[in-house]
Every structure is written in structure tokens, then in C-alpha cells.
């Protein structure tokens, strides 16, 4: 396990790395490919939020990085800062809350009547946005201790099923914390792919090979071999899984991942969030624009969190 100073330069660089991503992406949100080409961090023209402006994507980042145990895992303090958040605009760069999905508010409104934590995300094939997924990074410092692939498996898949339980986003955000988790370990990125690709392919009885089949592009594939036409940049889970690896694998810098992601279109900044976790913890958050950093709102706020951040004990 890295040292304390490791430890609080990945949580900077992965809460960093994904604000920032998602702050580039917020102006251009929804909007078609190739209809645009951003270079730098605007601010959206037809939104009263200046330039900087992140989204739920790094609300609710913030509102799990901030409430995970040290001493022992627990959804209930999680899930109360999700209440928190659509309730009562905690996590937000402005005091308002916008943005959110509809499998998440609905889940999040479950929550607040009493259901069952277990009982709460959606479980259909309909439910199966990036939700979670844009969301889950902080997971990879806090099972940094974690050796048996079986704990990590049912804590992610706890973690991503307060808002989002069906098989297949359970499976890309386990996918995303084991890529994560090497890459932290100080493997290069092509080795941590390859590793993630056959520790997830190896391990039996956590992920079925149904939804296994859901990710063959990503597993037994090499996502860096597809054409950028090839990759979709939808909110659909498994796109912005695939779209997220092969920005971060085909590019070489912080600066080009990210935005190599948000001019994907559509999806444009959970996509870049969800590659930016992993540039700025591949580059280093120093890899990070000074001028984007600079930009992004409640930036202290957001530093505060990671290094508060620590590993779950075991």
C-alpha cells in the first residue's frame, strides 16, 4: 500500500482529474459530434453558472469520497449525503443541485422514504445510465488495502447499486476500480489494462458470463484498436466505459484524454470525468492545466475532500 503522501496524491489527482474533466464537459453537454471543438474550459452560454462549473457527476464523487469509513464500510452515512445532495444542495458548486439522472433521483427518492439500502437502485435493463459509474473512482483509494477480489467485488457493487443495481453497472464500475487500483499500484497502462482484462475474465461467480458478454469490446478486445466512429458516447454504462478506456489508451497527457473525451459529444462530461479519474491519476494531478485548475470552481472544497480520503482498514 502506498505511503500517506501517495495516498493523498492519488485521491487528489482522481477527485481533481474527474472535476476538471467534468467541468469541461458541462458547456457542451448533449451536443451532437463534431458539432463543436473545444480546446479549453468555457462556460456554457445558455446556463447562469460561470466557467468552471462542475455537474452531479463530481457532486456525488464528492458526496461518497467524503463519507466512506476508515474503520469499517458502511452505505448509511453514503447514502445520506446522496439525500443530502438532492435535498438539500450539499456537494454543489453553487448551492443548487441539477443535473441529476432519473434512475438516480428515483433511487435517491427511495432512500428518503425508508427503503431498504439493498432495495433502492434500479434493476432493470432501463436503469443502467452511467450513474454510478461517474461517480464510483473514490473507491479505488479506499480499497487500496483490499487483497481479496471478492470483498472489493461486493463493495463496489453495494456502492453502485444505492443508485444504479442491475448486473451491467455493477460490472463497469468494477471494471473501472480494478483498472484504477493498478494504475495507483504504479503499473503502466497498457499492463494494467491487460491485468484488468484477465483478473476480471478469471474471476468466477462474481460477474455472469452474460453480462461479461456486455463488455466483450473492453475484455477480450483491445478498445485501442477501434476507430473513433466505433465509439459511442452515449449515457449508456457500458458506452461511456468504453469510451473512457479508449480516450485515457489512446492518448498520451492529461490535457488530450480529456479532451479527446468531451469532443466525443453527447455524454460529454461524465464521459470526461470518468477519463479524467484516470489521466490525472495515470499523469499526476500536476499534469493538470494550472489554468483549468485555477477555473474550477470550489476547487478547495474539492481538496479538502480527497485528503480526507482514506483506505477502508483491513
Known amino acids: 500500500m502506498p505511503q500517506n503522501n501517495d495516498r493523498t496524491q492519488a485521491s487528489l489527482s482522481i477527485l481533481l ?80 443541485t441539477f443535473g441529476i439522472g432519473h434512475s438516480t433521483q428515483q433511487s435517491i427518492q427511495r432512500i428518503r422514504a425508508g427503503v431498504a439500502l439493498d432495495k433502492v437502485g434500479g434493476r432493470t435493463e432501463r436503469d443502467n445510465g452511467n450513474g454510478s459509474l461517474m461517480r464510483i473512482a473514490p473507491l479505488a483509494v479506499y480499497l487500496a488495502q483490499v487483497k481479496e477480489i471478492a470483498k472489493r467485488f461486493a463493495i463496489v457493487k453495494a456502492v453502485s447499486s444505492l443508485t444504479h443495481a442491475h448486473d451491467w453497472s455493477v460490472a463497469a464500475c468494477f471494471i473501472y476500480i480494478e483498472m484504477l487500483r493498478k494504475l495507483m499500484n504504479g503499473q503502466d497502462k497498457l499492463s494494467a489494462y491487460r491485468d484488468t482484462q484477465n483478473d476480471i475474465t478469471a474471476a468466477t461467480g462474481l460477474i455472469t458470463p452474460e453480462t461479461l458478454a456486455k463488455y466483450e469490446r473492453v475484455l477480450t478486445g483491445d478498445i485501442r484498436q477501434l476507430s473513433r466512429d466505433e465509439i459511442s458516447s452515449t449515457g449508456f454504462v457500458v458506452h461511456t466505459l468504453e469510451a473512457a478506456l479508449w480516450c485515457f489508451l489512446t492518448t498520451n497527457d492529461y490535457r488530450s484524454a480529456v479532451l479527446t473525451a468531451v469532443n466525443l459529444g453527447l455524454d460529454a462530461d461524465t464521459v470526461a470525468a470518468v477519463t479524467g479519474a484516470m489521466a490525472g491519476l495515470y499523469y499526476g494531478f500536476e499534469s493538470i492545466p494550472q489554468d483549468w485548475l485555477t477555473k474550477l470552481v470550489k476547487r478547495n472544497d474539492i481538496e479538502a475532500v480527497a485528503r480526507k480520503l482514506k483506505p477502508l482498514s483491513v
Open 17 to 96: 482529474g474527474a472535476a476538471v474533466g467534468d467541468a469541461l464537459g458541462v458547456p457542451v453537454e448533449f451536443l451532437p459530434r463534431d458539432s463543436f471543438c473545444l480546446t479549453d474550459m468555457l462556460e456554457r452560454e445558455d446556463a447562469p453558472y460561470p466557467v468552471g462549473t462542475w455537474s452531479d457527476d463530481t457532486s456525488l464523487t464528492l458526496a461518497l469520497a467524503d463519507n466512506l469509513k476508515a474503520e469499517v464500510f458502511a452505505l448509511d452515512p453514503i447514502a445520506d449525503a446522496f439525500v443530502g445532495w438532492l435535498y438539500g444542495a450539499r456537494y454543489t458548486p453553487h448551492g443548487v
